[in-house]
């Protein structure tokens, strides 16, 4: 699998797909850290081919946040069935987002955010 960006073909095609989980990941081309994690993100997006991970550069998608601040980088949303299911940032290690996404695996509740409603229409449409 691969890592998407906002409004790619082949992430508007995943999204059609019922019972979606994705791995969003708010960076900046700028982000020192950005640059490193990006490579590793991409080996994770493969090795997990049941969740879509997108790479959302927040100075390209300003608009992909709604009221949601970005302090720090990289911020992660984990979203499960249109609802999220987790939105903060974790240290620049790997290793943090695969034991993030294993205990998302368990049935939760959404977590509130201010990501905007239609996140997911915006995606297909950056």
């Known amino acids: ?12 095609e995943r999204l059609k797909e019922p019972k979606q989980r994705l791995a969003l990941c708010f960076c900046a081309a700028w982000c020192d850290a950005c640059k490193a994690y990006k490579p590793k993100l991409e080996v994770l997006a493969s090795q997990h081919p049941d969740i879509c991970f997108v790479w959302i550069d927040i100075e390209d998608h300003p608009d992909l946040l709604g009221d949601e601040d970005v302090e720090n980088f990289p911020t ?5 069935d249109g609802s999220v299911r987790f939105m903060g ?18 049935p939760g509740k959404a ?12 995606l297909t449409h950056a």
């Not at 992660?76 to 499960?80: A, D, F, Q, R, S």
């Not at 977590?111 to 915006?122: K, S």
Request: hydrophobic share 50%; aromatic share 0%; glycine share 6%.
């Open 89 to 106: 940032t974790l240290l620049p290690h790997i290793e943090h987002l695969e034991r993030l996404l294993e205990a998302m695996r368990a």
């Open 111 to 122: 977590q509130a955010c201010g990501l905007p409603d239609d996140l997911l229409r915006l």
């Open 76 to 80: 992660v949303g984990i979203i499960e």
């Open 1 to 12: 699998m691969t890592l998407h960006l906002p409004g790619a073909t082949a992430l508007i």
